[in-house]
């Protein structure tokens, strides 16, 4: 899809505005947070199993060239067959070189966000083939003909009357006026319709949570059991993985796994974890008979020696999200390409450049819960700052946000000054403002204070508190 | 030069380093083909029967049903009370593996057994699992000749006997066992199936519900044979 993360400012507007949105926001914010506490209370070794998590990504990082080859190496050696690209472009081309050597009319898919950064699905339709989104969510919104609004849960934004509309728009075969009020009605219709087209698909596409270099298989976590029907039923099943979705063994999945559905469903597992290797064997009842793996770089090999490294580490376990306040506001189709939140932010510079994602980096309130959270301890707020420093070099905040902070230094500068006019502001903003300890709003700031309220200065700066006290606390 | 060619020089680069050399690719080998644990939970540890207990437990709380059963002779009347419970259809269809076939099917003639893979008509499938893991109460499924994938996840009730005695603590012994069992270099089978509880989705409005696309319901028949 055509990224508008430059329009950040824009879309932000439009979500704060956009009531359904909000309310679909709140129960996120409360929801995932709470299933992963209750998860982590019931798993002591959880942090030591994230340390281990960590140490062994890092691991993979460093000697990533030759546990990719060891995969490839494996992966052939069953049968399968790697094809390794540079660029989606690339990656799109093998796709459907792949799909028309098969002859394919329909492709079912499992959720892939290699998939979504590829845009595969625009692709194929352009040339012909049609591809079908298989993971309920992905199905609305590409019904909808929507990016996913969250990694883990794609349509999290869209209310069931909503969703209701997209099945009567497309299902033009079904009764016109067939009830769809409950989720369980949609849930049924949807089951049917698409059990039908994974039987009659001619290639699956699934994503992938982690390739083996010990046995070149490829892994899949789902809910829902979709990713498994798309790669057992067709006669052709396609991979799609990013070059740093490759982990030693079998031991190292399974630590991995154990951290990953914890994080944001708050499950020991997701329901179904598959483990692929090779196309069907001689006397195997059912299965594909060819298997490729797509290995996409797409910006990773950079990132991998640059200051965004840590990045890597990412398993898109979706649960940097739900804790973020600000995710929790705007949602996730303001950050305007097919990732968001905070790994979003960090991301997305690194793969659609920093002029197409510009103020991104604005989307944090530096508050830390994205990396206190990270099952793999990604130090997103120290990445999101070297983001900001670019920002600001680049010239893409506004020239008022720019003189702002050119005064400021100025003032900082001339430590005098700056404490006669900074105590001088809050004793006068304190006066106003004590008795309700708060400002409901603020001139020029309304936009701001719609959403939450000002705190009032308590009449005396921070500087001035700590003199009285001698310098102590 | 190839993608493959860019690709490798550039995470190379980016490394700072050409290709590994000798030692370090030592130092990867061993650690590939002897692969160690790392940080093993407590929760799933214990005798066979702690492991047993908790795999129930666990499997439970995904919304599995587990009947505890002590001798082969007692799946086709536990099966059927199961199925009529749930209302469902008597015909089942059954993995062509020795150890289903071997079962008195003939004691509940109500029961239409049919060996042989999924079809789309079918709503009950049986499949005897290659494992379970006790820590998250999950079911481990090992596709090959006999043991078609499909059957896990097309019939909307999936049944999975399981005899207790294979039940491993934790994922790290159940790996230990598929690479001892094969004995083989390349000893993964096709696709081996972690299944823990029925198919779900909270894709609507995050409201949690079951059996989107695979089986709406999971019931294990736990065997308990070991006095037998
Ligand atoms: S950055 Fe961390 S928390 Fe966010 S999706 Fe990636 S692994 Fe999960």
Known sequence: ?473 | MSSREIMLAKIRNSLGRGPLGGDAIQAIEKRLKNPTPNTIPARGQGGAKERAATFSKMASQCDCTVDLLNDVSEIPGALKTYLETNNQPMAIRVAPVADLQDIPWDEEPALVVNYGNAEETDHVGLISAWGGVAESGTIVALSGPQNPTALNFLPDTFVALLYSKKIASNYEEAWSRVRSESNQDNFMPRTVNWITGPSRTADIEQTLLLGVHGPRRVHILLLDNEKS
Request: hydrophobic share 35%; proline share 5%; net charge negative.
């Open chain 1, 1 to 473: 899809m055509k990224p508008t993360s430059a329009n950040f400012y824009t879309n932000v507007d439009k979500a704060l505005v956009d009531k359904t949105l909000q309310k679909a926001l709140r129960k996120t914010a409360v929801g995932f947070p709470m299933l992963r506490a209750k998860a982590i209370d019931a798993l002591p070794e959880f942090d030591t199993l994230r340390d281990d998590a960590v140490t062994l990504k890092n691991d993979v990082l460093d000697n990533l060239d030759y546990y990719l080859e060891r995969f490839e190496t494996k992966a052939i050696e069953q049968g399968g067959q790697v094809h390794w690209c540079s660029d989606t472009q690339e990656a799109n081309e093998t796709v459907l070189k792949i799909c028309q050597a098969a002859n394919a009319k329909t492709v079912t898919k499992g959720k892939s966000m290699i998939g979504e950064e590829m845009g595969v699905n625009e692709y194929l339709e352009e040339h012909g083939i049609e591809p079908i989104e298989t993971d309920l969510g992905e199905y609305i919104i590409q019904l909808r003909n929507e990016p996913p609004s969250h990694i883990v849960g794609p349509a999290i934004h869209v209310p069931k009357e909503e969703v209701a509309e997209a099945f009567k728009e497309a299902h033009t075969e079904l009764d016109a006026e067939r009830s769809l009020e409950e989720p369980q009605e949609l849930l049924e219709e949807a089951r049917a319709i698409l059990r039908e087209k994974f039987i009659n698909a001619d290639v699956g596409i699934t994503g992938a949570n982690f390739l083996v270099a010990e046995t070149g298989s490829s892994a899949i976590v789902t809910n829902e059991g979709n990713g498994d029907l798309t790669q057992i039923l067709p006669r052709v099943h396609i991979v799609l993985a990013s070059i740093e979705k490759v982990v030693p063994t079998l031991e190292d999945a399974s630590t991995i796994l154990r951290v990953l559905a914890r994080s944001i469903t708050g499950q020991d597992l997701s329901v179904y974890t598959t483990f692929s290797t090779g196309p069907r064997r001689d006397d195997d009842i059912d299965g594909p008979e060819e298997f490729h793996v797509i290995l996409l770089d797409n910006g990773r090999s950079e990132m991998l020696g640059n200051e965004f490294r840590d990045m890597l580490r990412c398993i898109r376990c979706g649960s940097c999200l739900g804790h973020c306040p600000i995710y929790t506001t705007i949602g996730g189709h303001a950050y305007g390409w097919v990732y968001s939140g905070p790994m979003g932010k960090v991301l997305i510079p690194n793969l659609i450049g920093h002029e197409q994602s510009k103020h991104l980096p604005n989307a944090c309130t530096m508050c830390g819960k994205c990396e206190e959270v990270c099952p793999l301890r990604i130090p997103i707020p120290t990445m999101n700052r070297v983001w900001r420093g670019k920002e600001h070099e680049a010239k893409y905040s506004s020239r008022a946000s720019r003189i702002a902070l050119g005064f400021w230094a100025f003032m900082a500068k001339r430590p005098k000054l700056y404490h006669l006019l900074a105590g001088f502001k809050y004793s006068i903003l304190g006066k106003i403002g004590r008795k309700k300890g708060r400002f409901t709003s603020v001139p020029f700031a309304s936009a701001w204070t719609e959403g939450r309220d000002l705190p009032s200065p308590q009449g005396r700066t921070f500087q001035q508190q700590w003199s009285d006290r001698g310098g102590k606390r």
